[in-house]
Nanobody, 124 residues
Framework: VQLQAFGGGLVQAGGSLRLSCAAS????????MGWFRQAPGKEREFVAG???????DYADSVKGRFTASRENAKNTVYLQMNSLKPEDTAVYYC???????????????????WGQGTLVTVSS
């Protein structure tokens, strides 16, 4: 599966953005999807994940502010980001895994396929 993330940009603190990740192929509904981010000089970290059945998991740092969702008919997963903070600034990546468990959504190693990333910059 090929993934393409888009929707990043520059936003002021407190603002919102919605990221989208479009996937190729006919079996999108069978993939667990994840969102990760990587800030300059830091390791890639888990942000959110959504299973094939719609179960979700979030990093503590984004709980209550970010929401992951999917629209299988459009082969797309979304990340709605509200109340953005300067520390949310990073390149955001979407990732896919064939039928992964909700228990392991947070692991980079869970995912076999990665998109190219989209930059989110939050100004203070």
């Amino acid at each position: 599966v090929q993934l393409q993330a888009f929707g990043g940009g520059l936003v002021q603190a407190g603002g919102s953005l919605r990221l989208s990740c479009a996937a190729s192929g006919r079996t999108f509904s069978t993939y667990t999807m994840g969102w990760f981010r990587q800030a300059p000089g830091k390791e890639r970290e888990f942000v959110a994940g959504i299973t094939t059945s719609g179960g979700t998991d979030y990093a503590d740092s984004v709980k209550g502010r970010f929401t992951a969702s999917r629209e299988n008919a459009k082969n797309t997963v979304y990340l709605q980001m509200n109340s953005l903070k300067p520390e949310d600034t990073a390149v955001y990546y979407c990732a896919a895994d064939r039928g992964g468990s909700i228990l392991y959504l947070h692991r980079v190693s869970t995912y076999d396929y990665w998109g190219q990333g989209t930059l989110v910059t939050v100004s203070s």
